[in-house]
């Protein structure tokens, strides 16, 4: 089955790290771009990160910009998000999703809860 | 990298059809064909409906179309369902190299 399945979110104190799992299964994990976007509790969606298929670009939105890494382990078919200095506003619902452009297939997310 | 920009809301009765904008800049929705719309029910992940503007992925209905003119994409949901009521986001590529979404639309049947 194609499908992508993040892991590793959870409570944590502001200026706290995280580091976000994905992992992909059922299509050839280093063949695509992938991405992590968020959605805050009752929010909208925003683009966090992307990374190209050998790792060697990666692109992030202003507001993680040296706080957040994005990488991955092709011969693991992982995509990660280490994310550091976490602020409240951090708080959030993290997606894995594949693709550059546009996202074909995203996992359920996994919460992280940035609080004191 | 500000939001694109949704109407909050828009609404519609059954077979009805209803379009929702997406207005950007020169610098996303204005500059690449990159555009994608996607469908968020209540408590599920995002779902892709239309991809480089007007492109739409194998399984999804017909019913969903995509435009563009200059700065503003458009979503047009034809003969409206009630399956179709959720929130619906686009997204485009920009300039540097980054994405970025709009704030959302909830799309309700009456």
């Known amino acids: 089955e194609v499908q992508l399945v993040e892991s590793g979110g959870g409570l944590v104190q502001p200026g706290g790290s995280l580091r976000l799992s994905c992992a992909a299964s059922g299509f050839t994990f280093s063949n695509y771009w992938m991405s992590w976007v968020r959605q805050a509790p009752g929010k909208g969606l925003e683009w966090v990160a992307n990374?190209?298929?050998?790792?060697?670009?990666?692109y992030y939105v202003d507001s993680v910009k040296g706080r957040f890494t994005i990488s991955r382990d092709n011969a693991k078919n992982s995509l990660y998000l280490q994310m550091n200095s976490l602020r409240a506003e951090d708080t959030a619902l993290y997606y894995c999703?594949?693709?550059?452009?546009?996202?074909?297939?995203w996992g359920q997310g996994t919460l992280v809860i940035v609080s004191s | 990298q500000s939001a694109l920009t949704q109407p909050a809301s828009v609404s519609g009765s059954p077979g009805q059809s209803i379009t929702i904008s997406c207005t950007g800049t020169?610098?996303?929705?204005?500059?690449?064909?990159?555009v994608s719309w996607y469908q968020q029910h209540p408590g599920k992940a995002p779902k892709l409906m239309i991809y480089e503007v007007t492109n739409r992925p194998s399984g999804v209905s017909n019913r969903f179309s995509g435009s563009k003119s200059g700065n503003t994409a458009s979503l047009t949901i034809s003969g409206l369902q009630a399956e179709d009521e959720a929130d619906y986001y686009c997204?485009?590529?920009?300039?540097?190299?980054?994405?970025?979404f709009g704030g959302g639309t909830k799309l309700t049947v009456l």
């Open positions: 999703a594949r693709g550059l452009y546009s996202n074909s297939l």
């Open positions: 990374i190209k298929e050998d790792g060697s670009e990666k």
């Open positions: 020169s610098s996303d929705v204005g500059g690449y064909k990159y």
């Open positions: 997204s485009s590529y920009t300039s540097s190299s980054t994405r970025v």
